[in-house]
């Protein structure tokens, strides 16, 4: 069996947080959180998730611009073979344990291109001795040869061989992300990271890059890590998507496959805030409320747990689901002290007499999208209570008290891995307890 071109295991990056006079390490901002996935030979593997989700830092840390915190990060390209361990359990082709010369030889084989072209050329630089550089740099001294390679280049990604000796300021936006194509090519790797290269691009450039990006390819027989948060895009351009939310990687699977089949409501979220012309659309109207928690604090148990539209309700309790994350909202908002009953009473009362409690109630009702009345007679209490207490202004109380009364099991127990065909996995608590609630035809 050959081997996978890049296998990336329990990669992990952890940014200190410091503070005081001793610069005292305080705490770890956990923006990639041990994920592993593997790239194939001429595959395009895409890794999407919103802003924040640690994509840019997972992609930093596979090509090494970030020392990653802990994992491994094999590469058998570059006419590396898929070899054996070595005695001490090290691999001798994990890129976190290269030397300075393993790693300049390992970015021969893997290139990288970034959201915004312009930044990364010099100004006063022509735009052929920039794609070219890295031929100077890994050896090749023939000026002339340089020059011949970099304008086929230039005209394999679109331009002219006369664009050599012009200066970035003279390029588009899309025309410079050729350059970097160009320059990214230069070399002949086995493996582009592109990080979201389409997104700083009007929408009609957009199509040509990625058109440009797909025939370059298979031209080249590359292997793409394809970042983006752009589910639409990704769907263009990939065989496999990685769906990444807050450090870690909640499903993976091929491209159609995520697409007709989710199994993660996270990626349930993104697929349906990609606009359909179609109104019966399955997944369409799942409102993904807020944005990505910060990665020093995650939530306990399923890090999605605190924005997840199919959050789990305890043992005994079946509510409307819109309630029930109407409550845990509630509740977390309570708890975070946000509540500022003061200015709900001025908002109700605009100006005019002061509002009755019951009102109140309601306006918070309202608020959190919560029925008139919850179908649970012990959580239409437990609510009733919280709000008598925030009404006496006593929000700590009311904290103490929600966390008590209403927990949800995806906040208690971190999801495992379920496989539901041979390439698509996911993590959710859901297909584990509804796993365990399936007879077990052993048992009978
Ligand atoms: N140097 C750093 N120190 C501390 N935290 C960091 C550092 N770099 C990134 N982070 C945090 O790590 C998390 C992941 O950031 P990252 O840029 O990788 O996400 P992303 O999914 O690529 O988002 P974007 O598309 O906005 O770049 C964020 O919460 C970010 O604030």
């Given at each position: 069996?050959?081997e996978?071109?890049?296998?990336?295991?329990?990669?992990?990056?952890?940014?200190?947080?410091?503070?005081?006079?001793?610069?005292?390490?305080?705490?770890?901002?956990?923006?990639?959180?041990?994920?592993?996935?593997?790239?194939?030979?001429?595959?395009?593997?895409g890794?999407?998730?919103?802003?924040?989700?640690?994509?840019?830092?997972?992609?930093n840390?596979?090509?090494?611009?970030?020392?990653?915190?802990?994992?491994?990060?094999?590469?058998?390209?570059?006419?590396?073979?898929?070899?054996?361990?070595?005695?001490?359990?090290?691999?001798p082709?994990?890129?976190?344990?290269?030397?300075?010369?393993?790693?300049?030889?390992?970015?021969?084989g893997?290139?990288?291109?970034?959201?915004?072209?312009?930044?990364?050329?010099?100004?006063?630089?022509?735009?052929?001795?920039?794609?070219?550089?890295?031929?100077?740099?890994?050896?090749?001294?023939?000026?002339?040869?340089?020059?011949?390679?970099?304008?086929?280049?230039?005209?394999?990604?679109?331009?002219?061989?006369n664009?050599?000796?012009?200066?970035?300021?003279?390029?588009?936006?899309?025309?410079?992300?050729?350059?970097?194509?160009?320059?990214?090519?230069?070399?002949?790797?086995?493996?582009?990271?592109a990080?979201?290269?389409?997104?700083?691009?009007?929408?009609?450039?957009?199509?040509?890059?990625?058109?440009?990006?797909?025939?370059?390819?298979?031209?080249?027989?590359?292997?793409?890590?394809f970042?983006?948060?752009?589910?639409?895009?990704?769907r263009?351009?990939?065989?496999?998507?990685?769906?990444?939310?807050?450090?870690?990687?909640?499903?993976?699977?091929?491209?159609?496959?995520?697409f007709?089949?989710?199994?993660h409501?996270?990626?349930?979220?993104?697929?349906?805030?990609?606009?359909?012309?179609?109104?019966?659309?399955?997944?369409?109207?799942?409102?993904?409320?807020?944005?990505?928690?910060?990665?020093?604090?995650?939530?306990?148990g399923?890090?999605?747990?605190?924005?997840?539209?199919?959050v789990?309700q305890?043992?005994?309790?079946?509510?409307?689901?819109?309630?029930?994350?109407?409550?845990?909202?509630?509740r977390?908002?309570?708890?975070?002290?946000?509540?500022?009953?003061?200015?709900?009473?001025?908002?109700?009362?605009?100006?005019?007499?002061?509002?009755?409690?019951?009102?109140?109630?309601?306006?918070?009702?309202?608020?959190?999208?919560?029925?008139?009345?919850?179908?649970?007679?012990?959580?239409?209490?437990?609510?009733?209570?919280?709000?008598?207490?925030?009404?006496?202004?006593?929000?700590?109380?009311?904290?103490?008290?929600?966390?008590?009364?209403?927990?949800?099991?995806?906040?208690?127990?971190?999801?495992?891995?379920?496989?539901?065909?041979?390439?698509?996995?996911?993590?959710?608590?859901?297909?584990?307890?509804?796993?365990?609630?399936?007879?077990?035809?052993?048992?009978?």
């Amino acid at each position: 069996m050959t081997e996978p071109l890049l296998s990336v295991r329990d990669l992990k990056k952890h940014y200190p947080i410091r503070k005081g006079l001793f610069n005292r390490q305080v705490g770890a901002a956990r923006a990639v959180d041990g994920i592993s996935f593997d790239i194939e030979q001429g595959e395009t593997l895409g890794l999407v998730g919103e802003s924040g989700c640690g994509k840019s830092t997972a992609a930093n840390s596979v090509i090494h611009l970030e020392e990653p915190t802990a994992g491994e990060v094999i590469f058998n390209g570059n006419g590396r073979e898929g070899a054996t361990r070595n005695t001490d359990g090290t691999h001798p082709n994990d890129v976190t344990k290269f030397d300075d010369g393993e790693l300049m030889e390992f970015r021969r084989g893997a290139q990288m291109i970034f959201q915004d072209p312009s930044s990364s050329f010099d100004p006063r630089m022509p735009i052929g001795n920039a794609v070219g550089e890295l031929l100077k740099v890994h050896g090749m001294s023939d000026r002339h040869r340089r020059r011949a390679i970099v304008e086929d280049l230039l005209e394999r990604v679109g331009l002219s061989a006369n664009d050599f000796d012009r200066y970035p300021h003279e390029f588009s936006g899309g025309q410079k992300q050729r350059i970097a194509l160009a320059r990214a090519l230069v070399l002949n790797p086995d493996l582009i990271i592109a990080d979201e290269p389409v997104s700083a691009l009007d929408v009609s450039i957009q199509a040509e890059i990625l058109s440009l990006i797909d025939d370059l390819q298979e031209e080249f027989g590359l292997s793409l890590l394809f970042i983006s948060h752009d589910m639409s895009v990704i769907r263009q351009i990939c065989d496999r998507v990685a769906v990444m939310y807050l450090g870690e990687i909640v499903e993976i699977g091929p491209v159609e496959e995520i697409f007709t089949n989710p199994q993660h409501p996270y990626t349930e979220a993104l697929l349906s805030s990609i606009p359909t012309p179609d109104p019966r659309a399955e997944l369409g109207g799942i409102e993904l409320r807020g944005t990505v928690p910060s990665p020093t604090n995650p939530p306990s148990g399923c890090r999605f747990h605190t924005r997840c539209h199919k959050v789990i309700q305890p043992e005994g309790v079946d509510i409307d689901q819109g309630d029930w994350r109407g409550l845990l909202n509630f509740r977390e908002k309570v708890i975070t002290g946000e509540i500022d009953i003061e200015q709900v009473r001025e908002n109700v009362a605009g100006g005019g007499t002061e509002p009755t409690d019951s009102e109140v109630r309601a306006e918070v009702r309202r608020e959190f999208d919560i029925s008139e009345t919850v179908d649970d007679p012990d959580l239409e209490e437990t609510l009733s209570e919280a709000m008598n207490l925030l009404l006496e202004d006593n929000a700590e109380m009311a904290g103490e008290f929600l966390s008590e009364e209403i927990t949800t099991p995806c906040a208690e127990t971190e999801p495992g891995t379920t496989v539901h065909a041979p390439d698509h996995e996911s993590a959710c608590l859901r297909h584990e307890s509804r796993a365990a609630a399936e007879p077990n035809p052993a048992d009978d």
